[in-house]
């Protein structure tokens, strides 16, 4: 899972996301281990009553890995996905086996930058969440400010509560959640951060919070007040993509639309990318960004073969490439007739 269709950016492999949640499970982890090595693990040992159980057929989990296998990168976000995965399939186990499953709460931060894969996540997040029973419904309710902040006093609480309540049984995700708390003290933004954490103790376990946005805001809102750090023990960073990770991205959003980018495009498109990163350090969009760019580039062709086939057909190959000149990042789109 990015496709953005949703992209998500990944470290290095194997990298960790800050959080502070922490499962011992993991999935498809193998260890090296020599030939005595190897020979002293079939050494017969009586195995614990009740250990290694095969997961059932019906694995609610095989939709989500699916799913997220096509991504780019997001190699820490999909690690810990599978965490929590594990956690509440543990948790039944321990139910039915007559043991506290534990009271755990499942509030989310997410912290990146535009364009890194959170929106995306967050709906991978409530189908997982409806899978495993813990939500009954599983939709996502996104919102920002403008849809929590009223213009009176009053009048935010009672549009917080309301979106609360159309949220119930699934997540809401608040994005660019900082901007509640720019204001100050006086500013209406403050009563729905208010509002949003009297409803995560009054409909405790009926929805799960998504607090999303750049990673310094986000850490400067969660000091504004003391006791927010606590009630979201999941924090997931969506690190940026790299220039070879944003390249795939746009050979796959290519691909998806039945277009080929040439070598000679791919070329032209790694160069921007590189002048882009550097002159928008902290505003650049990574696949939001690809994305456009890609839908730009389509139209650009469409015009290109009007102009080009005027009185006849493109072949098929020239109905799917992506040439250098259709990758283009400023100008209008010509007309037919014009030149150049």
Known sequence: MPRMNGHAASGHQGARPSRQINVVLRSHETYGLGASSAAAQQVDYPEPAGAARQAPAADPYAEIQ??????VGMEGVKSLIYEIYALLLISQMRSEAGLSGGAQVYHMIFKGNPGTGKTTIARIVAKLFQKMGLLSKGHLI???????????????????????????????????AYSLARGGEKDFGKEAIDTLVKAMEDYRSQFVLILAGYPLEIEHFLLTNPGLPSRFPIQIDFPDYSVDQLIQIAELMAKDRDYSLLPQTVFKLRSHLIQEKTATLYSFSNARY??????KSIRHQAVR???QYASASPGRQELMSIRPEDMRWEGKVKQPGELG
């Not at 699916?66 to 991504?71: F, I, S």
């Open 305 to 307: 073969l009007l102009n």
């Open 66 to 71: 699916k799913e997220m296998e096509h991504m």
């Open 290 to 295: 690809v994305r456009n760019l890609i839908e």
């Open 142 to 176: 996104e919102v920002e400010r403008a849809d929590l902040v009223g213009e009176y006093i009053g009048h935010t609480a009672q549009k917080t509560r309301d979106l609360v309540k159309k949220a119930l049984g699934g997540v809401l995700f608040v994005d660019e």
